[in-house]
C-alpha cells in the first residue's frame, strides 16, 4: 500500500478490492482519535481541579523546575 503514483494505487485496487484501503483509514482514524483524546486529559484534568488544588500543584511544580534550573546551571 506505499504505492507513489496514482496509476500505481488504481491498479491495486482494481486487484485487491477496496478492503486494505477501507482498513488503513479506519486505523488512521482510531489513531487520530486516541491522539486527540491523550492531548484532551490535561485539561480536562484541570477543569474539575478546585483552585486550592491548582495553586497547590502550580507551586509544587514551580518549585521542581526551579530546583532542576539550579542542578543545571550549578552544572555549567
Do not use: C
Not at 46 to 72: N, P, T
Amino acid at each position: 500500500m506505499s504505492d507513489f503514483y496514482p496509476q500505481d494505487r488504481h491498479r491495486d485496487r482494481k486487484e485487491e478490492g477496496e478492503q486494505p484501503y477501507k482498513d488503513a483509514r479506519e486505523t488512521l482514524s482510531e489513531n487520530e482519535a486516541e491522539l486527540r483524546n491523550r492531548a484532551d486529559e490535561p485539561w480536562i484534568a484541570a477543569e474539575h481541579e478546585g483552585d486550592e488544588a491548582r495553586s497547590a500543584r502550580l507551586k509544587s511544580e514551580a518549585e521542581d523546575r526551579l530546583k532542576e534550573v539550579q542542578s543545571e546551571m550549578d552544572k555549567s
